[in-house]
């Protein structure tokens, strides 16, 4: 009747719910994720932070006023993680070739990034629209050399609270 359409626990706790197949028209569909968060709509999507199981609810209302819940269960194993690679390889054949926390892109999760060298330096500053790290200096062009950088990142979930994760990447070229 619904589907959990992005059920792959790598992009946990991101995680969106749709409507698959419905006998009759909805007049309303309300959402209770198991989280503190009720939504309504078609199609929604919610940060699950803790690791452990969420009761997710669905009340569908039809034109007859008719009703019915339907539930399941959501086990969030991975915590919240933005799902930044450990290497990136900028040489322009199709793989690897930008940094970016992959769950960031995927879930259009608001961000601010911040990439510096080991001694310090800022060499890309990076939003939402803007997180790709191409291995150049602040995307410009200019090759920095392979080595380890590391990133900051300050991510805003749909409730408002900020995480912020940081990592190491290693730039191979």
Same mark, same amino acid.
């Not at 197949?21 to 569909?29: K, N, V």
């Given at each position: 009747? @619904? ?27 309300? @959402? ?90 800022? %060499? ?28 900051? %990142? ?20």
């Amino acid at each position: 009747m @619904w589907e959990q359409y992005d059920n792959n626990k790598l992009f946990y706790p991101y995680t969106k719910f749709k409507i698959k197949t419905i006998d009759a028209e909805p007049i309303a569909l309300h @959402w209770n994720l198991g989280n503190g968060k009720s939504l309504n709509g078609e199609s929604v999507s919610t940060i699950y932070e803790e690791k452990k199981t969420y009761n997710v609810k669905l009340l569908i209302t039809d034109v007859n006023g008719c009703s019915n819940t339907i539930e399941t269960e959501v086990y969030n194993n991975e915590g919240f993680d933005i799902l930044a690679p450990n290497a990136f390889t900028p040489n322009n054949d199709g793989n690897n070739d930008t940094f970016y926390p992959k769950a960031i892109k995927e879930f259009n999760v608001p961000c601010d990034i911040t990439i510096k060298d080991i001694s310090g330096k800022i %060499v890309f500053n990076g939003t939402q629209d803007n997180c790709e790290w191409n291995g150049t200096y602040m995307n410009t062009g200019s090759p920095l050399p392979k080595g380890v950088y590391i990133y900051t %990142v300050t991510t805003t979930d749909v409730e408002g609270k900020k995480h912020q994760f940081a990592g190491k990447v290693n730039l191979l070229r």
